[in-house]
């Protein structure tokens, strides 16, 4: 996945022309304030772009590290009180230690008043920084949130493709169901099979176009699809759900996510009353997790685009990955829950 908020090692320009304009205005003050009696004029200026390298350098590492730690749009309150206590006691430092360093240069005891406005320009000069990089911060997020949006828009478009593709228009076999289950009512078995087909796929219709499902209903709809497999498989196929919905209803996660996990599963594994094939399905630390035991097929007939499209989704969605973990017995893969409301 990619580096999370790392935008702000793309700001090289905003280095290397804001330091040396606001170097230059500060020294340039500070000569007019009659700075230039005490310290010489090319003594000002290489101090002035000394102090603002310094000021600058320090307040770009407080914003980009707490855009990586409380990002604005989690946390705006806890990122605003840390940003002004970091930069107020990283100014104490360098106030200090400029303080230090001129009085040893000049031998020179700074007066009230010349005290009061350094520190007053200092802070302007500081709050423009601090509003330069968050501002170009907020830029490149907004910008980065778009490209997302159309990356997440492309990979919606290829699971719906996908769906239409391996199902053969949802909509011709709904229709179609309906009118077969008119002609097999005396059939219990065969009249439940193909409610529950059409179930599946009056589903698939529905949720297809939603960014993000609530996990009760991605589960009616897995429970569907494994009824459907199993009057293919019988006992061969043996899924267990072990999911207390009452304690879960609430999380989300994207739409025939888990159907794909399962499908992926019966795809690339030999079932067959001597290898009956294993699925449990529980959550874990936030994690909904599909386990089966593994007993590959030779030449399994996938396109391996599912599980792919899957994590693909979620790199805009959360930041938390996938979690794959293969052994010679056993394939897991785990899914981040979402606290989202739709």
């Not at 990586?68 to 107020?88: D, G, S, T």
């Not at 002609?183 to 009249?191: F, G, L, M």
Request: net charge positive; with cysteine; hydrophobic share 45%.
């Amino acid at each position: 996945m990619h580096k999370k908020y790392d935008i702000l090692n793309s700001d090289k320009w905003v280095l290397i022309i804001g330091i040396p304009i606001v170097a230059i205005f500060a020294s340039s003050v500070f000569i007019l304030a009659g700075w230039s009696v005490v310290i010489k004029p090319f003594l000002q200026i290489f101090f002035g772009f000394l102090s603002t390298a310094l000021i600058w350098f320090g307040c770009r590492f407080i914003v980009k590290y707490l855009w990586n730690k409380y990002p604005w749009h989690q946390f705006p309150v806890k990122h605003l009180i840390y940003e002004i206590v970091a930069v107020i006691i990283y100014l104490l430092f360098i106030g200090i230690l400029s303080l230090i360093v001129e009085q040893r240069i000049t031998d020179y005891q700074t007066t009230n008043q010349q005290m009061v406005f350094s520190i007053t320009f200092t802070f302007l000069i500081t709050f423009l920084i601090v509003a330069v990089h968050e501002g170009w911060f907020f830029f490149i997020q907004w910008k980065n949130s778009r490209v997302k949006s159309e990356m997440l828009e492309k990979e919606n478009m290829q699971a719906r493709f996908e769906t239409l593709k391996n199902q053969v228009n949802p909509h011709f076999l709904f229709n179609s169901l309906n009118t077969l289950m008119t002609y097999i009512d005396n059939n219990e078995k065969a009249t439940e099979f193909v409610q529950n087909l059409s179930d599946f796929f009056r589903s698939v219709l529905t949720t297809r176009d939603e960014e993000v499902v609530r996990l009760d209903e991605e589960l009616e709809i897995l429970k569907k699809y494994v009824f459907i497999q199993k009057s293919r498989f019988g006992s061969n196929l043996k899924v267990n759900f072990n999911i207390d919905l009452r304690k879960n209803e609430t999380y989300y996660l994207p739409p025939l996510s888990l159907q794909m996990l399962l499908e992926n599963a019966i795809k690339h594994n030999v079932i067959s009353k001597g290898k009956p094939l294993f699925v449990d399905i529980f959550i874990e630390d936030e994690y909904i997790n599909i386990k089966n035991n593994l007993q590959r097929k030779k030449n399994p007939d996938s396109t391996k685009i599912g599980l792919t499209n899957i994590k693909n989704r979620y790199k805009y969605l959360s930041q938390k990955e996938i979690r794959i973990i293969e052994t010679d017995n056993v394939f897991l893969v785990s899914v981040p829950l979402l606290n989202v409301r739709k």
